[in-house]
């Protein structure tokens, strides 16, 4: 595993990366949330002629909750929408890693209603769980 980064959780799936960020985009679209972006970035950087283990990328947000976050710190919108990389490692075991809900609050000084709309702690819980 690599080392910590701060204001990043990383977390393991026992699902494929493929599974999990399926199951996450499931869990989302149930909460009406928008998907904007899923990438696969193993097939891109295939293109590009660069083996990698699996690795996809969602993008996703809900302009409602955004908004009213985004209306206490505009600069917020830097880290919206959300962000979710799941990736594969060496011995084949998925990761989860995404901005810490936390984090974003201290970053751009946010309230806890704020942090409570963001939510995406107890997303990522629900996805692994």
């Given amino acids: 595993m690599l080392a910590p980064s701060v204001g990043f959780i990383t977390r393991l799936s026992k699902l ?3 599974e999990t960020i399926d199951k996450l985009e499931q869990i989302l679209k149930q909460k009406n949330v928008t998907i904007y972006l899923r990438i696969d ?3 891109e950087a295939a293109k590009a002629g660069f083996q990698l283990n699996a690795i996809e990328f969602l993008l996703f ?3 409602q909750k955004g908004g009213q976050v985004m209306a206490e710190n505009p600069v917020a919108a830097i880290d919206l929408p959300l962000k979710v990389l799941a990736r594969e ?3 084949h075991q998925t ?8 984090f974003i609050q201290q970053r751009f000084s946010l309230s806890e209603e704020a ?3 963001i939510g995406i702690d107890q997303m990522i ?3 692994l769980s």
């Fill in 16 to 18: 494929t990366v493929e």
């Fill in 41 to 43: 970035q193993q097939a």
């Fill in 61 to 63: 947000g809900n302009p």
């Fill in 89 to 91: 490692d060496a011995a």
């Fill in 95 to 102: 990761w989860v890693t995404y901005n810490e809900a936390a």
């Fill in 115 to 117: 942090i409570r709309l």
């Fill in 125 to 127: 819980t629900a996805l």
